[in-house]
């Protein structure tokens, strides 16, 4: 099982370019989420979707954009870059039941700098 | 909103310590609790998940306790090796979605 695949691994880009990172999961897992990690710091919500079609924002979304066209894929898009989203992401997933959400399963991460 | 706090930022212990690492959250209104594994430079792994409604759960030399009125979860590991060695993060589930507040992290070295 491959779990949570992210790519790229690393990416630089410039100021006001535009980029897509991409996150696709093997665990049929309905509920997936984006979150960025800054040095020393916790993670932060950018967006989450609760299935094929649904997307909702987290508490950081300003800057980005997703969507959710399969229970796989769920791409975050970065529309002119700014040296603020210079972070590293993570993309996760995590089973549903009855009861809500479960454990949460992690990608690598996605190391971007923006210069 | 839900604050989430993990004291100390950092700690070294010898091989053979028990570990004990606290997480404080503000909120009591919480889904579930659970904590995380971070190496350098990898993703997060789940370690134990703690639902809303119990107080401790385990896995092998990992114990975990959840007290909702005072605020607080420990995460205990017994007799400490140098592969425990790691980023341990506290995350507090704030809804049915999934959704995690997220501590800073507590960076544990286990020097042999």
């Known amino acids: 099982n491959a779990g949570v695949t992210q790519t790229p691994k690393f990416r630089i880009l410039k100021i006001g370019q535009s980029m897509t990172l991409q996150c696709t999961q093997d665990?049929?897992?309905?509920?997936m989420y984006w979150y960025r990690q800054d040095p020393g710091m916790g993670l932060k919500l950018i967006y989450y979707?609760?299935?094929?079609?649904?997307?909702d924002k987290g508490e950081v979304p300003n800057g980005y954009n997703v969507s959710r066209s399969t229970t796989e894929d769920f791409p975050l898009r970065l529309e002119l870059a700014a040296p603020s989203q210079t972070s590293v992401y993570f993309c996760?997933?995590?089973?549903?039941?009855?009861?809500?959400?479960?454990?949460?399963?992690f990608g690598e991460g996605s190391r971007l700098t923006v210069l | 909103k839900q604050e989430v706090t993990q004291i100390p930022a950092a700690l070294s212990v010898p091989e053979g310590e028990n570990l004990v690492l606290n997480c404080s959250f503000t909120?009591?209104?919480?889904?579930?609790l659970q904590w995380f594994r971070q190496d350098p430079g990898k993703g997060l792994t789940s370690l134990l998940l703690?639902?809303?409604?119990?107080r401790e759960q385990t896995s092998g030399r990992l114990n975990a306790s959840l007290d909702k009125s005072s605020g607080r979860s420990t995460l205990y590991i017994a007799a400490s090796q140098p592969g425990d060695s790691a980023t341990y993060l506290c995350a507090v589930g704030t809804d049915s979605w999934g959704k995690l507040q997220f501590g800073a992290g507590t960076q544990v070295v286990v020097t042999p």
């Open positions: 979707s609760v299935g094929a079609g649904i997307t």
């Open positions: 703690i639902q809303s409604s119990q």
């Open positions: 996760a997933s995590s089973y549903s039941n009855s009861g809500g959400a479960g454990e949460l399963f």
């Open positions: 909120d009591s209104a919480i889904y579930n």
């Open positions: 665990m049929n897992h309905n509920y």
